[in-house]
Structures are given as structure tokens and as C-alpha cells.
């Protein structure tokens, strides 16, 4: 059975390109146009918060969709709800670019969230239906570099294109992505669910009641549940970060909205130097303990930026450099915190997966919205959100992965089973 099940999946591999592709879209379009914000503020006339809520809408939307398309993935198949996700994101970049006011943009954001998470659930799933258990760490280790890179690569685009052309031009960018990943899933993306677990038989598992017990069950599995929140709190730290920069940069630095470039860059190469630290220490150190290394770095990073503010060095380099080091803890969290959970699932790889994006971009909103209320300047809004979501993810590490292995996978992990 376990051979069969390896040839028919090996006619099935989706190529590494289009699930990067399809991961990377929408957390590019997260934050592409965060270096208009204050652009779009001075245009629509209304504060920065009040622009800030455009990433806050975006991340509900986009947390609350993937309940949804994960249960329906696993009904009707993989590649429909990635068609239909990539075709409500060309929608509400459309939207976008034509607003007028900010209840415009805000509808516009709405629709791109709802469909930008389809990329990141059907991703997740096709890895877990089609590639066989060897290589699944692997590769997803890749596939969510890529989502992680893919904010980080936004502004630096999107602070060019902002100064160049304008705030539209930034959405216009979205829509031709949209557009474009459209044709990629139509064209080269396979079916990778498995006809016999997918049809009008399965019309129950849509039913209120079964996705309650499918989403429930989730939380049985070891390490799941850690995993997801560790997950959920490190991805905070990206969105919070990302979109208070531009206040950080022409507000505390006093420096042009176009420094944002070089801002994202910094943040995108400590992002490959973890990236590239995880892959070589994948076959040394488990999973599990790459975890626990990049959650420490998270939170030295914001202990050092803390202490730079406190000190009055409020200069690029001095609030650069720490958050550069957190960015590498980041970059060995996500890949390896996901991979600790989609491992146990099998055909309800798609409910877990919508699982995982759900906590992941909730959290995510609550820290945008929280850094946004923080009474303090950027100076040390950053660092103290990082701070916070740092201690809260080494908390769950510790009770759990740390004081109670046996509830999680760490003994599985490490013995490369």
C-alpha cells in the first residue's frame, strides 16, 4: 500500500515553483504597499492608525477564510479553492487600486485577505498529500522560507514603486500577481488529492457539526497545538515589525519614505543567513530545538533594540542590527514549528493546515492592532511587542516541548522517525 501510495504521489508532485508561488502572493501583497501608508494617510486624510487598520482587516480576513478552505480542499480537491482564493485576490487588488477613501481600500483589503489565504492552505496540504515522508521537512522548509521572505522582499518593491509612482501602482503590482498565479494554478498546479477521499460523498464534512469535531480532533495530536501557537506569535513579530518600520523610518530617523528599501533589506538578508543556518543544521539539530534557538533570538534582538532606545543611539544601524538578529531566530522558528505540525496528518491535511494559517495570521492581527495602541513611539513599540510575543512563545515551549516532550513530537523529531 505504502508503495503504491509513493508511485501515485510521485505522478503527483506539484513542481517547487509554483508552491512558492502560491505561498508567496499573499504575504507579499501583506506588505508590499506598507511604505505608502503614510502616503495613503496624507491622501485620504486620516491618521496613520487609522491606515494601519488596512493590515489589520486584511489579517481577520485572512485568518478567518482558511477555516473554510482547508475542510473544503479536502472535499472537492486541492486545485479549486486555489483557483477560487487567487481569483478574490485579483478582485480586491482591483478594488484597491481604484479606492477613493479608506472604507474603499479597507473593502478592497478585505477581499485580498479572504483570497490570498487559499495559497498558503492548498501549499501546506498539496506538500503533505503528494511528497513522501522523507522529504516533507525538506520541503517544506523551502515553500515557507519563501512565505516568510515574501514580506520581508514587500516593502523593499514597494518603497521603490511608492516613490517612483505612487501608492496605486503598488496595487496594480498585486493585481498583475494575482492575475498571474491565476494561470499558474490553471496551467501547471495537479490535482493532488486523491479521488477516492474527495466528491459528493464527502458532502457531510462541510456540515457545521464535523468541521467542529475535524478542527477538535486536530488538537489530539501531539504537538500540534504548541506548535501552531509558537508558530502564530513568531509570524506576529513579522507583521508588527513590518508595519510600524515606516514610522520608525520617517518618523523617529526623520529619513525618506524610500529608506524603507533599506530597511526590508537588512531584515531580508538576516532572513536567508537563518534560512540558510536552519538548512544546514537540519540533519544535526532537530526541529524542535531550532525552535527553541530562534525564539531566543527573537527576544535578545528585542532586548538589545530596547536598550539602544533607552540610550538614546536612535540612529538605522542601531535600531537595524537587533532586528536583523531577531529576523534570524524568525527564519529558523516558522519553517520548523510548521513542519513539527502538519507531520502527523495525513488526510486532514487541508482542516490542518487552515488550522495553522487561522492562529497564525490571528495572532498576527492582534499584534498589528496591539503595536498600533502601544502608547509609546516606534522606538520601543517594536521591541517591546517583539519582547512579548517572544517570552509568550518560549512560555508554550517550555510547557510543553521542554518540561513535557511526550506531548509533543520533540522524542519523534530527533530520533528522525
Given at each position: ?107 478592497g ?16 496540504a ?20 519563501a512565505?516568510?521572505?515574501?514580506p ?66 486536530l ?42 528599501a533599506a ?44 536598550a ?69 513611539g ?24 521542554a518540561?513535557?516532550p ?12
Amino acid at each position: 500500500m505504502n508503495i503504491l501510495r509513493d508511485s501515485i504521489n510521485k505522478s503527483l508532485l506539484p513542481a517547487l515553483w509554483v508552491l512558492v508561488l502560491m505561498v508567496s502572493v499573499g504575504p507579499f501583497g501583506d506588505t508590499e504597499y506598507t511604505p505608502s501608508l503614510p502616503r495613503i494617510a496624507e491622501e485620504f486624510g486620516v491618521g496613520y492608525g487609522a491606515v494601519q487598520q488596512s493590515m489589520t482587516v486584511y489579517l481577520l480576513a485572512y485568518a478567518m477564510a482558511q477555516l473554510l478552505y482547508g475542510p473544503l480542499s479536502d472535499r472537492i480537491g486541492r486545485k479549486p479553492v486555489a483557483l477560487w482564493g487567487a481569483l478574490v485576490f485579483t478582485l480586491g487588488s482591483t478594488v484597491c487600486w481604484l479606492s477613493v477613501d479608506l472604507p474603499m481600500l479597507l473593502a478592497g483589503r478585505v477581499l485580498q485577505g479572504l483570497g490570498s489565504c487559499a495559497g498558503s492552505v492548498i501549499s501546506s496540504a498539496m506538500v503533505r498529500d503528494a511528497y513522501p515522508k522523507e522529504r516533507i521537512q525538506i520541503v517544506y522548509t523551502k515553500i515557507n522560507a519563501a512565505f516568510a521572505l515574501a514580506p520581508a522582499i514587500g516593502p523593499v518593491v514597494g518603497a521603490f514603486v511608492d516613490d517612483r509612482y505612487g501608492w496605486q501602482a503598488n496595487m496594480l503590482i498585486l493585481l498583475v500577481l494575482g492575475s498571474l498565479l491565476f494561470l499558474v494554478v490553471l496551467l501547471f498546479a495537479p490535482e493532488t488529492r486523491s479521488p477516492e477521499t474527495r466528491g459528493p460523498e464527502t458532502k457531510g464534512q462541510m456540515a457545521p457539526r464535523h468541521l467542529w469535531r475535524t478542527y477538535r480532533s486536530l488538537f489530539r495530536q501531539r504537538g500540534y497545538l504548541p506548535a501552531i501557537l509558537i508558530n502564530g506569535l513568531v509570524i506576529g513579530v513579522v507583521y508588527a515589525s513590518l508595519t510600524e518600520a515606516p514610522a520608525l523610518v520617517t518618523k523617529a530617523l526623520g529619513l525618506p519614505s524610500r529608506w524603507m528599501a533599506a530597511v526590508a533589506g537588512g531584515v531580508l538578508v538576516a532572513f536567508l543567513a537563518g534560512s540558510l543556518g536552519g538548512i544546514a543544521l537540519q540533519n544535526r539539530v532537530s526541529p524542535v530545538k531550532l525552535v527553541f534557538l530562534g525564539l531566543q533570538l527573537i527576544l535578545i534582538g528585542a532586548l538589545l533594540q530596547g536598550a539602544m532606545g533607552v540610550l538614546g543611539k536612535i540612529d538605522l544601524a542601531s535600531m537595524l542590527l537587533p532586528i536583523m538578529l531577531g529576523y534570524v531566530g524568525i527564519a529558523l522558528v516558522v519553517p520548523n514549528a510548521i513542519g513539527i505540525a502538519m507531520r502527523p496528518f495525513g488526510d486532514a491535511a487541508g482542516a490542518a493546515s487552515a488550522m495553522l494559517g487561522f492562529s497564525q495570521m490571528g495572532i498576527a492581527a492582534l499584534a498589528n492592532a496591539g503595536v498600533s495602541l502601544l502608547p509609546m513611539g516606534p522606538v520601543f513599540a517594536i521591541p517591546v511587542m517583539f519582547a512579548i510575543l517572544a517570552v509568550l512563545g518560549l512560555m508554550v515551549y517550555g510547557s510543553t516541548f521542554a518540561l513535557h516532550p511526550e506531548r509533543g513530537t520533540a522524542e519523534m523529531v530527533e530520533s528522525g522517525e
